[in-house]
């Protein structure tokens, strides 16, 4: 109704895509419940290859769902009726909290947030189970078995954190060199009307964290307050020397590896060559 989630943009579904998107997207939002920002790796490589093979896609489907059944049955068949209640409800608390993003075209941590909440009571009725089964081996046992899996599962997740928390320092990091070496090279005919600012290389994500996926022509914008200037991207060198032009208003700039930005001199012979290699 308030029409954010629709056919286009960041949040859009493609209604033939829409059954395999729902099925692969709960596996990997499962994955990234319990296993981290470390799997978002492997869903995305094992999405593209479904992707590109579309008939396998169609064959796992069911798979899926024939591995779901047993479990099903095995979970009916092993817990009790009050435990299975609230299985049911983690279950549709997982499911209902990602109906927005779950058809989406990809998958992403913080939708993932408030839905995993409902894996973590099923994660707790498995640890009372094996708890209660492992009671034949004394209550010591039990506990420490149960202390054991809950520390590692803790303590994986802790250390991701702290991982995904440094990268993304390090992206406002690479942000802020931005700037620095951009308005460091300021020159007084950048404020003109004809100027444009051509970037090579420009950093789209550091580990998990976002540098630059968007916002580039925002963050030109911020520095020098120029309505006028213009923005482009490039990922070759020699296409953005070319498309330049030999305007001394139009300027190249290549990203380093620290995020900051140097000026590529368009006018030496060797960025003549980018252009005319045969020469």
Known sequence: ????????????????????????????????????????????????????????????????????????????????????????????????SLTPFIGLGNITSRYNYLASMGLIFIFIIVAKKLYEYLLINGKNIAIGAVAVLVLIFALFHIIQIQQTYSQWQDAGGRAKKFFISLEAQYKDYWSGEDVQFHFVDVPIKFGDAWVFPVGLEDAVWFAFKNDNAKVFQHTDLSQAIEQAGPELSHLVFKFNADGSVTEVDRFQKESSNLINPQE
Not at 22 to 51: A, D, K, W
Not at 80 to 96: M, Q, R, S, T
């Open 1 to 96: 109704m308030s029409q954010s989630h629709w056919f286009n943009g960041d949040y859009s579904y493609n209604l033939i895509k829409l059954p395999f998107n729902f099925v692969g997207n709960t596996i990997g939002y499962v994955f990234l419940t319990i296993f981290g920002p470390i799997s978002l790796s492997f869903y995305s490589n094992l999405r593209n290859i479904l992707r590109e093979n579309l008939l396998l896609s169609i064959v796992l489907i069911p798979v899926f769902l024939a591995i779901g059944y047993f479990v099903y049955l095995f979970t009916k068949k092993n817990f009790e009726k009050k435990d299975l209640n609230v299985i049911l409800f983690g279950l549709a608390f997982f499911i209902i």
